[in-house]
């Protein structure tokens, strides 16, 4: 029988700020996209997050993250609806729906391309003024859909191949509460 144990508060906390940190850190490694900013690493960021935390623990990293680089001028608002949902989407389904297998990284795309750049069309273009440029034919929410997935795509790749390599190293152990 396994004796199931608490992760403690401050590991929480300690980590999901240095997931913070980490992701204002590797800032300068962007993809400029229309009025966007693609940070793939942010992705990357919350798979670890969602897997190792939970939901609401990777939705803090990334909120935090980005009010650290909009405080600093290195992001932009997109910031926010491009992070926060992939981060708590990959969380909802590995820890409350049960799917303990790495391949959820690739959740971060539904929660990211689908749903952050949806938000971000119908309530944060309009609320800014912000133009949306045609991509490869396409305008509209389909062009952000394409803006958020040149940043998601590569970060969820990166984040699985990381979460995996963290695994095989021991890591994520240390922060299992199932």
């Known amino acids: 029988m396994t004796v199931a144990r608490k992760v403690p508060l401050t590991r929480m906390i300690a980590m999901t700020i240095g997931l913070a940190g ?61 992070g926060m949902p992939g981060g708590f ?34 309530l944060l273009v ?5 133009k949306i440029p045609p991509i490869m034919g396409v305008s509209g929410v389909w062009a952000l859909w394409i803006m958020f997935e040149v940043s998601c795509g590569p970060g969820a790749l990166i984040g699985y191949l990381v979460i995996k390599a963290l695994r095989k190293a021991g890591i994520t152990e240390y922060f299992a509460s199932d």
Not at 126 to 130: D, R, S, T, V, W
């Open 126 to 130: 309009p609320a800014i003024g912000a």
């Open 22 to 82: 980490l992701g204002v850190a590797l800032s300068p490694f962007f993809i400029p996209i229309g009025p966007i900013k693609a940070y793939p690493f942010q992705h990357m960021i919350n798979i670890i997050a969602g897997i190792l935390l939970g939901p609401f623990w990777a939705l803090g990293a990334a909120t935090l993250t980005g009010i650290l680089r909009n405080m600093l001028g290195l992001g932009t608002l997109f910031a926010f609806p491009g």
């Open 89 to 122: 989407i990959v969380g909802l389904i590995y820890h409350c729906l049960r799917v303990k297998r790495d391949i959820v990284a690739f959740t971060e795309n539904i929660g990211t391309t689908v749903i952050g750049a949806t938000l971000a069309y119908y």
